[in-house]
């Protein structure tokens, strides 16, 4: 069992920039796949980054590519994303995911966090 708690969010302008975290308690979090989806109101959950268990390979969406950063410190059971460049349709609810494979869909994944807002105003 995982334990994932995200935090960072919040209220930004387009342009700028924010880092969201996600603290993990539980089982060794080096084991896992770490992820970050996204959910926009109406829209299905969509992926936006995953890293591997030693952070050695990343891998995003078109959507994020360049614009986003994930990153993860084993040693304090942290990901990490960072985000630059945001745009209004990154609006969204932000939620950290942990799994054992290189998927991206939710259904890959099989623990999740409570989320949190980030919203980018024009």
């Known amino acids: 069992q995982v334990q994932l708690v995200e935090s960072g969010g919040g209220l930004v302008q387009a342009g700028g920039s924010l880092r969201l975290s996600c603290a993990a308690s539980?089982?060794?979090?080096?084991?896992?796949?770490m992820a970050w989806f996204r959910q926009a109101p109406g829209k299905e959950r969509e992926f936006v980054a995953r890293?591997?268990?030693?952070?050695?390979?990343?891998y995003y969406s078109d959507s994020v590519k360049g614009r986003f950063t994930i990153s993860r410190d084993n040693a304090k059971s942290t990901v990490y994303l960072q985000m630059n460049s945001l745009k209004p349709e990154d609006t969204a609810v932000y939620y950290c995911?942990?799994?054992w494979g290189l998927g991206v869909r939710p259904t890959d994944y099989d623990y999740w966090g409570q989320g949190t807002q980030v919203t980018v105003s024009s």
């Open positions: 995911a942990a799994g």
């Open positions: 890293t591997t268990g030693s952070g050695g390979r990343q």
């Open positions: 539980g089982r060794t979090f080096s084991n896992y796949i």
